[in-house]
């Protein structure tokens, strides 16, 4: 009996999609590029032998020309403890097994190698999501896969444990945009690269009635200045290090050797034992 769970993603019907990409529509990858660069200024350390999981090499090649690009195939072509960075560049929401994809990528760390992904967070597209639902459940009376789904920031910071990050921070970026209307934001999101290629998604299109009613419906309740609408891309930055004895570690439960209320100058007040019996 098979129990893998279904593929979230038609690889075939990804990789298609990508290859239609336009480098003029890529700015949230140089955006993404421009932020880790501007995070590793922060890092005390010199990197020499990164490796960036991209499906767009030539983007992130003008940012790190000195990187390995590895594509974001299921199985990473990442040998193991060779690389002091890996950076997984927005790629991680279309992957059918995202834990999978960090054990990789912490595996081919060094000892105290660091690691940042981006991905797609759950604020992205939120308008286009409910306007596509409430277009659809009106017209069809169901809803079907359009979009892609995406993890919630307090969920990602748990992936990274689970992969067996050091030390790991999961933060966000929100970046509003306005097109003039619905059609020229999904029209963008094709040339992103970024069309539906969901392998449980409806594969027959949206009518021109449904198409009219979505540009009249996200006019209506997502409107921005000078008559455009607004969507909403959230960047989830994660970011581990390889595991390695010379970084910090938690204080065992129990080993402190200054009372709390001292180091912040209060008195401490006992509470009472609540499970205790009270008398009639």
Not at 98 to 114: I, M, T
Not at 162 to 184: E, M, Q
Not at 212 to 218: L, M, Q, R, S
Request: glycine share 6%; charged share 25%.
């Amino acid at each position: 009996m098979n129990n893998q769970p279904p593929e979230l993603t038609e690889r075939k019907a990804l990789e298609l999609h990508r290859a239609r990409a336009q480098h003029d529509a890529l700015f949230l990858q140089l955006d993404t590029a421009d932020e880790i660069q501007e995070r590793l200024t922060e890092v005390n350390r010199r990197f020499t032998n990164p490796a960036i999981v991209t499906a767009f090499p030539e983007i992130w090649r003008e940012c790190f020309p000195n990187a390995k690009i590895i594509s974001d195939t299921d199985v990473l072509s990442l040998e193991q403890q060779a690389h002091d960075l890996v950076i997984h560049a927005l790629c991680l929401h279309w992957a059918n097994d995202p834990v999978g994809q960090l054990v990789q990528s912490r595996r081919a760390l060094k000892p105290d190698g660091l690691f940042i992904g981006a991905m797609f967070g759950g604020q992205t597209l939120a308008e286009l999501r409910s306007v596509l639902a409430e277009v659809e459940s009106a017209t069809t009376g169901g809803i079907s896969p359009r979009v892609a789904p995406m993890a919630e920031i307090r969920d990602l910071g748990g992936l990274l444990q689970r992969a067996g990050f050091a030390l790991p921070v999961a933060d966000s970026a929100v970046k509003t945009v306005t097109y003039s209307d619905a059609v020229r934001l999904m029209h963008d999101l094709r040339h992103m690269g970024e069309g539906n290629a969901l392998a449980q998604r409806h594969k027959k299109p949206l009518t021109r009635s449904q198409i009219e009613k979505i540009v009249e419906t996200y006019a209506t309740h997502f409107p921005s200045e000078s008559g455009r609408i607004r969507a909403t891309f959230e960047i989830v930055y994660l970011t581990g290090w390889a595991p390695d004895d010379s970084q910090q570690k938690p204080l065992r439960p129990g080993s402190a050797t200054t009372r709390l209320a001292d180091a912040l100058g209060t008195s401490e007040l006992t509470i009472p034992n609540s499970s205790a019996k009270t008398q009639p």
